[in-house]
C-alpha cells in the first residue's frame, strides 16, 4: 500500500478490521478516540521538543528517528480514522470543504510566503 495507490476506504477498512478482531469497538467511542488523538500528537511533538529549526534536516537523515516519527503519525491516522467512521463524517468532503473555507479565509495573494 502506497499513498498513490491507496484510498481513504482501504484505510478504514484496514483499522476496522484491526479493531474487529481485538473486539475493541466498545472503547473507540469519540471521547476516547479525540482523547487518543491528542495523545499521539503529544507523542509526536516529543520527537521535536528542544530542537531548533536548524536541526531538523538530521532528524530527516536519521532512519531510526524517522521510523519512530512515523510510527506515531500513523497511529494518529488510525485514530483520526476510527474517529471519523464512529462520527460518521466523510473525511475526503470534509477535508475538502475545510479547505475551500481556508482559501477564503487565507488568499494566497494575501498570504503567501508569510503569516499573520
Do not use: C
Amino acid at each position: 500500500m502506497r499513498d498513490d495507490t491507496t484510498t481513504v476506504a482501504e484505510l478504514i477498512q484496514l483499522v476496522d478490521a484491526f479493531v474487529a478482531e481485538r473486539a475493541w469497538e466498545p472503547f473507540h467511542d469519540p471521547k476516547n478516540l479525540s482523547s487518543s488523538i491528542a495523545i499521539e500528537a503529544a507523542e509526536l511533538m516529543e520527537h521535536f521538543q528542544w530542537l531548533r529549526s536548524d536541526e531538523l534536516d538530521a532528524v530527516r537523515d536519521d532512519d531510526t528517528k524517522m521510523a519512530a516519527i512515523g510510527e506515531e503519525l500513523a497511529d494518529i491516522l488510525a485514530y483520526v480514522l476510527s474517529f471519523a467512521q464512529t462520527m460518521d463524517i466523510d473525511l475526503s468532503s470534509t477535508l475538502r470543504d475545510k479547505m475551500k473555507k481556508n482559501a477564503v479565509k487565507y488568499p494566497a495573494l494575501r498570504y503567501r510566503g508569510r503569516f499573520e
